[in-house]
T-cell receptor
Framework: DAMVIQNPRYQVTQFGKPVTLSCSQTLNHNVMYWYQQKSSQAPKLLFH???????NEADTPDNFQSRRPNTSFCFLDIRSPGLGDAAMYLC???????????????FGSGTRLTVV | DQQVKQNSPSLSVQEGRISILNCDYTNSMFDYFLWYKKYPAEGPTFLIS?????DKNEDGRFTVFLNKSAKHLSLHIVPSQPGDSAVYFC??????????FGGGTRLMVKP
């Protein structure tokens, strides 16, 4: 089945130690998104790729970076995780010209990041 | 400034009864509204959507109502089933095809 896969499902990292979360998709969607979701809050968009074009949200901290080496893969790098970065990180995809209004984005299962 | 709000963090309903989840928005330029369902340890999955030019969309047990003048939408689940227990997110599609999410409502359907 075509899907969005996030690895790992759970990640524990030390305060200040760089960590990378990965996302892959078999849907051949050209847009990929990274969201941060903290408990009982709305998912917050960090950035998205439109093909290879990177779009950063204005309030995304510089501590968060992303790479998209090809259509299928996208990475979220947190350079120096703080305790406040503990959250669920969701990757999502969509296709330009697709039935976005009817189906929205396709999400992965998320990576829950714990910072110790 | 939250453009999409779900003011009820949780809702408890008896099996077989109607569940009504509410959502308010502030941006009148949103084109579509979507509801997502999220189980623990899983990503949100699309449930149902409605165009801003319509006032109702129905899909099986799920119906979404849109009141543009009040900038309010609601999701009705009839009859509610225990498997419907999840967090429900309201989302709005606006400029640049960006989705803006509400904070979610946790629905618990009791057998």
């Amino acid at each position: 089945d075509a899907m969005v896969i996030q690895n790992p499902r759970y990640q524990v990292t030390q305060f200040g130690k760089p960590v990378t979360l990965s996302c892959s998709q078999t849907l051949n969607h050209n847009v990929m998104y990274w969201y941060q979701q903290k408990s009982s809050q709305a998912p917050k968009l960090l950035f998205h790729y439109y093909d290879k074009d990177f779009n950063n949200e204005a309030d995304t901290p510089d501590n968060f970076q992303s790479r998209r080496p090809n259509t299928s893969f996208c990475f979220l790098d947190i350079r120096s995780p703080g305790l406040g970065d503990a959250a669920m990180y969701l990757c999502a995809t969509s296709r330009e010209g697709g039935s976005l209004a009817n189906y929205g984005y396709t999400f992965g299962s998320g990576t829950r990041l714990t910072v110790v | 400034d939250q453009q999409v709000k779900q003011n009820s963090p949780s809702l408890s309903v008896q099996e077989g009864r109607i569940s009504i989840l509410n959502c308010d928005y502030t941006n009148s330029m949103f084109d579509y509204f979507l509801w997502y369902k999220k189980y623990p340890a899983e990503g949100p999955t699309f449930l149902i959507s409605i165009s801003s030019i319509k006032d109702k969309n129905e899909d099986g047990r799920f119906t979404v109502f849109l009141n543009k003048s009040a900038k309010h939408l609601s999701l009705h689940i009839v009859p509610s089933q225990p498997g419907d227990s999840a967090v429900y997110f309201c989302a709005a599609l606006g400029a640049g095809n960006m989705l803006t999410f509400g904070g979610g409502t946790r629905l618990m359907v009791k057998p």
